[in-house]
């Protein structure tokens, strides 16, 4: 008797732990998915899209993973990731303008409950959810901040910009812009250069992975480095790396990076090249002291890329030890183009810039500006802010091993609200209809899953893609692109198809198209909430305390 009681639970002990094998190996079956955001780098700034930047590690997934040609974000920092973190246009998910409340729903400057976070959707599904770097969508309140938002685990900046060696306030604004690092709702203080803000980002993240690793369930990293967004601030040793790359200017190493973006297949024979931006000086014609600070510049931005990269190295190889690397997939993105000059872009008011210190360094609050940025933003047109191909067009690295087949370039003509379902496919994760008692917003965008495991060469959309951010507007319908600048409400038309380089408005002989395509835009612009950006721009004085939220 005694012995048959032993032999039952025995038997009980090895059903139960074999019920528990089954749900582990379930839950570590799921793919790991790691999403990578870069803060203001144009679209031409990786060594595998044409740039002398060295980048090994973004590259080496390039070279094993898949390039999309096109690649669609905001154009500026927070709309960008409102979409990208709940895969609806920015207007339906609060942010129409950016982190600041205009007064409406559309633009009350955070993300709505309606909007389901990539955080919240991925814990419903089993997930642990992980994010270290840069939030931008929810500041005021701590119950918009990213462990309310669906993050079990959170270190990084609330709002959009932050010294890279301190924790100071930026100096513009009357009472400087206030920066707030937290780590799990806890304000952090480290001691003035004490670390490097990019380093500190890749060593949270892997930190967060390795207690990850003891759950036994798939994870979802969002790693939201601020590099290089401005202050342009960089270690030493990196900067060095970088003296004498800058000094054939701007002019040349754009045609550098042309040549070589031909090379590797990224621009296509026939393709237009943007001209070239005549505000832009001749490198030639500056004087040796202008060339000296020019260049001096872009050796600290390039030393920012530089960094950033690196720390995309010491996730990769925390991923391998950890033996995920065969399961994670990793998107690499950009959030909008590079920053053009402030005589088009200031919406802050800065001023002029006050320097404590040489560029580089923590006393330094200098930009790149329109000069290099144009080369940054090669072979497209414009900048942030703006809705031609360079304000908005992101370099895209798919990396997954196991599906994703190695050296593939392709067009895709992906957007980031495509992000969101595409993540939910890959896990097996039913996006709620319902959530705490709320009816959810719908998934605007489309998977992308049969262009990065079928080889599908673009997605099948069935609509039109569209934007307004402060007044600038655009709809991407196949390849015809139908754009328009903010206060001029004139319509540009271009055949994407041949000219993705915007070198010929043919508006005036395709009426017709552009009747659709603008008919279009005013029925998605009146379903999603848009508001005309004269009634709700900051500087509009019926608006109260607008001016001053800005």
């Not at 621009?267 to 001749?282: H, N, W, Y």
């Not at 552009?514 to 909430?529: D, I, M, Q, R």
Request: aromatic fraction near 12%; hydrophobic fraction near 35%.
């Amino acid at each position: 008797m005694k012995r048959t009681v032993i032999t039952l639970n025995f038997l009980i002990a090895v059903a139960f732990l074999g019920q528990a094998q089954n749900k582990m190996t379930t839950e570590t079956s799921k793919p790991n998915v790691i999403l990578i955001m870069v803060d203001d780098m144009g679209y031409s700034d990786l060594g595998s899209y044409g740039s002398e930047i060295s980048t090994p590690n973004l590259d080496k997934l390039a070279k094993e993973g898949l390039i999309l040609r096109e690649f669609y974000n905001n154009s500026i920092c927070a709309p960008t990731r409102a979409s990208l973190l709940t895969g609806q246009y920015q207007h339906k998910a609060g942010v129409g303008y950016f982190d600041v409340n205009l007064g409406l729903p559309a633009y009350q400057g955070f993300l709505n409950k309606e909007s389901l976070t990539l955080g919240e959707v991925f814990r419903s599904g089993g997930y642990s959810t992980l994010m270290s770097g840069k939030w931008h969508v929810g500041s005021t309140d701590p119950a918009q901040w990213p462990n309310q938002r669906g993050f079990d685990k959170f270190y990084g900046v609330l709002k959009g910009a932050a010294n890279y060696f301190d924790v100071k306030p930026l100096p513009f604004g009357k009472t400087g812009y206030p920066v707030t690092l937290l780590k799990n709702n806890e304000k952090q203080n480290p001691k003035d250069d004490s670390y490097y803000f990019t380093d500190e980002i890749g060593k949270n993240a892997n930190e967060f992975l390795e207690e990850q690793n003891k759950e036994h369930k798939p994870f979802f990293l969002y790693l939201a480095f601020t590099a290089p967004h401005w202050p342009l601030q960089a270690k030493p040793e990196d900067i060095a790396k970088y003296r004498g790359k800058f000094d054939k200017g701007w002019d040349v190493l754009r045609e550098n990076r042309i040549q070589k973006l031909k090379e590797n297949g990224i621009i296509l024979p026939g393709q237009t090249i943007a001209q070239r931006d005549l505000e832009v000086p001749e490198w030639d014609k500056l004087t040796y002291d202008e060339r000296q600070f020019w260049k001096a510049k872009m050796e600290v931005y390039a030393a920012m890329v530089d960094n950033m990269d690196q720390n995309v190295g010491k996730v990769l190889k925390k991923l391998k030890d950890l033996k995920k690397d065969k399961n994670t997939i990793i998107v690499f993105i950009s959030d909008n183009g590079a920053q053009g000059g402030f005589n088009t872009y200031n919406p802050l008011k800065r001023g002029l810039v006050k320097n404590d210190g040489p560029v580089g360094t923590s006393g330094s609050f200098d930009y790149q500006e329109q000069n290099w940025a144009s080369l940054s933003n090669t072979p497209f047109r414009q900048y942030k802010n703006d809705m031609h191909e360079g304000g908005f067009s992101s370099p895209f690295i798919a990396w997954f091993p196991s599906k994703i087949k190695a050296g593939r370039i392709d067009k895709g003509t992906g957007h980031i609200i495509d992000l969101a379902p595409t993540f939910y496919e890959l896990a097996g994760i039913e996006y709620p209809k319902k959530y705490n008692g709320l009816k959810t917003n719908y998934l605007a965008g489309k998977s992308l899953l049969p262009v990065l495991f079928n080889g599908d060469s673009e997605v099948n959309r069935g609509e039109p893609l569209f934007w307004e951010r402060a007044g600038n507007r655009a709809v991407r319908d196949g390849k015809w692109k139908l754009v328009s600048t903010y206060p001029k409400y004139k319509w540009e038309l271009y055949d994407l198809e041949k000219d993705r380089g915007e070198t010929q408005d043919v508006a005036d002989s395709n009426p017709a198209i552009v009747n659709k395509l603008s008919t279009s835009y005013n029925e998605w612009a009146s379903k999603t909430g848009v508001v005309e950006f004269s009634k709700i721009s900051p500087e509009n004085e019926n608006i109260p305390g607008a001016a001053s939220r800005n």
